[in-house]
């Protein structure tokens, strides 16, 4: 005989509640490895979807089922659920306040003041929106270049892509690099986040570089500077002006943005924008996160061709924050709380080693968010995340 039909009904909620429990947990939890990383990462980001779904399990429980024993389990797991994702939901306008604040400890009071009208016109016009979350944040018309080649270090072809604004002009170039633990990647990551900016009135430029172990460092950081100097002699033909530039970075692409950035004989940089990147080499091995789901020493031996008590100075070399002995380009750094990549007491560590030496920097800090927040582009973190960046972009580039 088969189940009755309201006990069937009644199994499907009790799984509906423990899956919407399961999920929401990860908001909390940390992830022991790279499979459950995934939703470690992608669970506060998708919080206002969890939370409907966590109220639609309660929701279902206290109407459909009778059997104390799985409608108290219900309760638990939607309860609990609710809570998690409530946290997150109920925290942005405080994390938002600490963001604005910390945006005009950096830049000044009347940052924005100096950003024109019509720039500021543009952009997003509240940190998070509902309405963006659910429908997507609107991309813009733009132009769009691939599979151009750059150079061929050892005979490797290096491509980049080019986003430019709809309407033919001269526009500030933003160079963009993308994250992968050093090792993998291409330049069509975060897409929707190059075609957003170059909409807001930038040329964008996504460029690669060679991929560790087969090619370690300083062989990334090599191609990085290959393609600013190709990008600065070919601007007028991509419509860029090499005399605004500024480097954005993710993770592995951050610190490659940075020591590009930081050099002495760096080409003119306007500002760099660092999303939770390595910046102490040195520390992150010494200290590696708990717990480490990309084995962060592994990682590092695969980039530097070595462990530190092997090449203490080639992790001295390619660490960021060793190179504080001259005024360096306005930064930006932004990290999530909950970082098991990355911890974001580096990148406080790089702010205030900045902001010590007199150099203009701002750390913003994502409490509830994991490493590659930005993978879920309309997610609560990216929007807050977003809003500050074009807005030191367009202080970086346009300010009078």
């Known amino acids: 005989m088969f189940p009755k039909p309201k006990i069937l009904f009644s199994w499907f909620v009790f799984l509906l509640s423990f899956a919407s429990l ?11 490895n790279m499979f459950l990383l ?14 409907i779904l966590n109220l639609l399990s309660l929701l279902l429980s206290f109407l459909y089922i009778r059997r104390r024993k799985i409608w108290r389990l219900c309760f638990i797991f939607s309860s609990i659920g609710l809570i998690l994702c409530a946290w997150v939901l109920v925290n942005i306008p405080l994390t938002q306040i600490q963001m604005a604040k910390a945006m005009q ?5 009347n940052y924005l003041e100096q950003i024109p009208m019509q720039v500021r016109a543009k952009m997003q016009t509240h940190p998070f929106n509902l309405v963006n979350f659910f429908g997507g944040i609107p991309l813009g018309k733009t132009r769009h270049q691939k599979d151009i080649i750059f150079a061929s270090p050892a005979g490797v072809p290096l491509k980049m892509e080019v986003y430019q ?4 002009g001269k526009y500030p170039a933003v160079v963009v690099i993308y994250g992968g633990a050093w090792q993998y990647g291409n330049p069509h990551a975060n897409s929707e986040f190059n075609q957003y900016i170059a909409h807001q009135g930038y040329t964008v430029f996504a460029i690669d570089y060679r991929h560790a172990p087969k090619y370690q460092f300083p062989a990334q950081l090599d191609d990085v500077r290959t393609a600013l100097n190709f990008i600065r002699k070919h601007a007028a033909v991509y419509e860029a002006d090499p005399e605004r530039m500024v480097l954005i970075g993710r993770s592995a692409g951050a ?10 004989d760096a080409p003119p940089i306007r500002a760099v924008v660092n999303y939770y990147g390595p910046v102490n080499l ?12 990309i084995n962060t020493r592994a990682v590092l031996k695969a980039f530097m061709g070595g462990s530190l008590e092997e090449l203490p100075n080639q992790y001295q070399i390619a660490s960021p924050i060793n190179y504080l002995t001259h005024p360096l380009p306005p930064t930006l750094l932004i990290y999530g709380s909950r970082d098991h990549l990355v911890e974001a007491r ?3 560590q790089m702010y205030e080693r900045l902001d010590n030496s007199g150099n203009t920097a701002v750390f913003l800090e994502i409490p509830w968010a994991e490493h590659a927040f930005d993978a879920v582009f309309n997610g609560v973190s990216n929007q807050l995340a977003l809003y500050h960046t074009e807005r030191f972009l367009a202080w970086a580039l346009f300010k009078q």
């Not at 399961?22 to 022991?32: M, Q």
């Not at 400890?105 to 009071?109: A, E, F, I, V």
């Not at 604004?165 to 033919?168: A, S």
């Not at 610190?255 to 002495?264: E, G, I, K, S, T």
């Open 38 to 51: 995934t939703l470690a990462v992608g669970a506060p980001e998708i919080s206002p979807w969890l939370l």
């Open 105 to 109: 400890q950096g830049l000044g009071t």
């Open 255 to 264: 610190h490659l943005a940075m020591l590009a950035a930081y050099q002495p």
């Open 22 to 32: 399961f999920l929401s947990s990860w908001i909390i939890l940390p992830a022991p």
């Open 346 to 348: 580096f990148g406080r």
């Open 165 to 168: 604004p709809p309407e033919v």
């Open 282 to 293: 040195v520390g992150g091995y010494k200290t590696p996160p708990f717990p480490d789901p």
